[in-house]
């Protein structure tokens, strides 16, 4: 039996809606199609763990040529006719996990048996499409993300996603550190540091804990950690959590001390390079080579139902929907060991973490 969370449900769907759709449909800003915008499907290639599928079209039919020779004609409007199914199982479901029998058995019917692609990398989806500006017909591997469950990470907390501060001026016994350090309320980080700024404390950027995350944020940019840095005291500070809203908050007090006379707008400029990378493969904990994994870009799954495309091609466009659809995030602080004070060296230190998630 075949079970799945909303967003694993939504690879399958997604498989199911661009068969039916035969198109890709280029999204702006705020995921509104562009209607001028659109790639025509060629093939789609879905590697499972037991089977590799391409699908393609044969006038109103899907080919689906499995691993072990085995091909399949489906009726397009099959696909049509489960992706709608599909996706009122999927609005339907609580949270956790569940099985759609209908969908299983369909999926089966043309040798498939998994829910998600196999894939080491962050693309889910790899597809050919015609580039009618181009004449060209790449073949790209897509990420998907979903708004039909849980908002989609994209990059996750972990120890080595975490900056190292100084804390500078103010005077912190040891019975201070110790209060500090044992606030246990459901905004622990933020109280923690505002208890440091009562004591005159403030936090110097001095390093990334991981030295792999640090270059690879140097590959992008040579600003990129300290800015960085800089916004993540604004989040947990509780100025805000959109990173778009941060990045203004950044040109405005310029802490990197940048000539502004010219109007360049260095924050949010770097920021979304930074959100770029990530996006289309640069992980924190491996060494990133400029490789994108995801070549072809984003789907995403709204909540009506509708896909769309988010190509490297219009770069502009991917960019702004990562600037302004994405947020800061607190991970767990005890698995990810950062939010106390901590000395070395008779000087004391205090960690705060990256995680980035949609809105």
């Not at 009618?132 to 073949?139: D, I, K, M, V």
């Not at 505002?194 to 944020?217: A, Q």
């Not at 139902?305 to 767990?332: M, P, R, W």
Request: one cysteine or more; charged letters at 20%; glycine letters at 8%.
């Amino acid at each position: 039996m075949l079970t799945g969370n909303k967003g694993e449900w939504s690879e399958v769907y997604t498989l199911l809606k661009i068969l039916s759709d035969k198109q890709l449909f280029a999204g702006n800003s705020n995921l509104q199609r562009l209607t001028n915008v659109v790639y025509p499907i060629i093939q789609i290639i879905r590697n499972e763990a037991h089977n590799n599928l391409n699908f393609s079209y044969q006038k109103s039919q899907v080919h689906v040529q499995a691993l072990g020779g085995q091909s399949y004609l489906i009726p397009i409007s099959d696909f049509t006719v489960n992706a709608s199914h599909l996706l009122s199982c999927i609005k339907s479901a609580k949270s956790g996990t569940f099985n759609v029998p209908s969908i299983e058995s369909f999926l089966n019917s043309f040798g498939s048996n998994s829910i998600k692609a196999k894939s080491s990398v962050k693309s889910d989806i790899t597809i050919k499409i015609y580039d009618s500006r181009t004449g060209l017909e790449p073949t790209l591997g897509f990420s998907i993300k979903s708004q039909l469950g849980g908002k989609s990470t994209i990059l996750n907390a972990s120890h080595g996603t975490n900056i190292v501060y100084k804390i500078r001026g103010g005077i912190l016994s040891e019975n201070d550190i110790s209060y500090i350090n044992d606030i246990d309320s459901s905004s622990k980080i933020m109280d923690r540091l505002k208890e440091i700024s009562k004591l005159g404390g403030k936090l110097e950027y001095i390093d990334t804990v991981s030295p792999i995350f640090r270059n690879n944020l140097l590959m992008v940019d040579s600003s990129l950690p300290r800015i960085l840095g800089e916004a993540l005291i604004y989040y947990y500070n509780g100025v805000t959590n959109s990173i778009s809203d941060i990045a203004t908050h950044l040109e405005a007090n310029n802490p990197l001390g940048y000539d502004q006379s010219t109007g360049h707008s260095y924050y949010s400029y770097k920021i979304k390079k930074m959100l770029w990378d990530i996006a289309l493969g640069m992980m924190p904990q491996t060494v990133w080579t400029g490789q994108y994994d995801a070549t072809g870009g984003y789907l995403v799954v709204k909540k009506s139902g509708d896909i769309v495309c988010y190509h490297v091609y219009n770069k502009t466009e991917f960019e702004e929907y990562l600037f302004l659809n994405t947020q800061f995030e607190t991970a767990s602080s005890t698995r990810n060991k950062f939010g106390s004070i901590y000395s070395q060296k008779d000087e004391l230190f205090f960690n705060l973490n990256t995680q980035i998630r949609f809105k």
